[in-house]
């Protein structure tokens, strides 16, 4: 039995393991690079940082000043706090709540479509957007929407009507940012769900056919619930990022978020951008970074634990 349980020891590693371990290879070197050393630049938020000539990054790093907590009084004593703050959340908790209602029904709509083609073509026509960047989407709005020659104004003009200055009505932005989101982001969280609904085992519907269900039931009965999980884990991992700004979304879209259409568009993402073209400290600005990691990491682990409260099984952590 001892050597059975030696033999057994050294054969815990085999070819199997080396070659997952390849495979996983290139996202850990990813993940080193591109998420933990950068993590080193948070000590930056504490510093009075400074350029000197001659020197490297590091060398400036650990020679420039201490500041302590005086970075942050950049953030917390800014006129635009609470504007910047109220827009970043609300928007976020608009787009969850919206985003994944709309995202579920249509996963559900298209999975009840007889003809798999025409199914196809939904879902690629859907999901395509998702690959468009804001840039692009940038340019398309501004055809629609440019006082000079965008289409809504020179359909206004047509009917004898003044043109818009869009880019300076604040109060059609948060639809225009709400809708823009949507047709961006829904075709992708849609395909998630959709992927979850084909998992749902098929004889639970035709018992449910057996019995008289309409298709309202067994969609309340079967689907809803069988996405239940999937949907509170999309929904905690969404909180995580409650605190950030899609930041293609509301700079691009907007051409900088700033003017009279500030108090509708600004996030916290934007405000930190604009003030570092303004020659503002780089030190304050990480400090405004470094508060979004922290308030995103206390919220989605403040989500999990009420998840995990209410519902154990659908917590993530």
């Known amino acids: 039995m001892e050597k059975e349980k030696k033999k057994n020891l050294k054969r815990r590693w085999n070819k199997n393991d080396t070659e997952l371990t390849i495979l996983a290879l290139p996202t850990t070197i990813w993940y080193i690079l591109f998420s933990f050393l950068p993590m080193f630049g948070l000590i930056i ?3 009075d940082y400074k350029i000197s000539a001659g020197h490297g990054f590091i060398y400036n790093v650990f020679h420039s000043e201490w500041a302590g907590f005086e970075n942050f009084e950049f953030l917390i004593k800014s006129n635009d706090l609470f504007v910047i703050l109220r827009n970043t959340i609300l928007y976020n908790l608009v787009f ?18 007889w003809s798999k083609r025409k199914s196809k073509v939904y879902q690629t026509l859907m999901f395509f957007p998702y690959f468009m960047s804001w840039v692009v989407a940038a340019y398309f709005l501004d055809a629609f929407l440019n006082q000079d020659n965008g289409l809504i104004n020179g359909m206004l003009r047509d009917a004898g009507n003044d043109p818009i200055q869009w880019y300076m009505t604040a109060g059609v932005w948060p639809f225009i940012l709400i809708f823009m989101y949507l047709w961006k982001s829904t075709g992708y969280n849609m395909v998630i769900y959709l992927a979850n609904i084909s998992g749902i085992d098929g004889t639970l519907y035709e018992a449910a056919v057996m019995d ?3 298709k309202w039931q067994q969609a309340r009965f079967i689907t809803l619930p069988c996405l239940k999980n999937v949907v509170i884990m999309m929904f905690i991992l969404n909180v995580g990022k409650v605190f950030y700004s899609d930041f293609g979304l509301f700079y691009q879209l907007t051409q900088g978020a700033s003017g009279s259409i500030f108090n509708t568009t600004a996030t916290i993402d934007t405000f930190v951008f604009n003030n570092l073209q303004s020659n503002m400290p780089v030190g304050m600005t990480s400090a405004a970074t470094f508060f979004q990691s922290v308030a995103c990491c206390i919220t989605i682990l403040l989500a999990n634990w009420i998840v995990k409260k209410i519902d154990e099984d659908s917590a993530i952590i």
């Open 45 to 47: 938020a504490f510093k």
């Open 96 to 113: 969850i709540v919206v985003g994944t209602i709309l995202a579920v029904a249509l996963a559900m709509m298209i999975s009840e479509l």
């Open 212 to 214: 008289g269900a309409s």
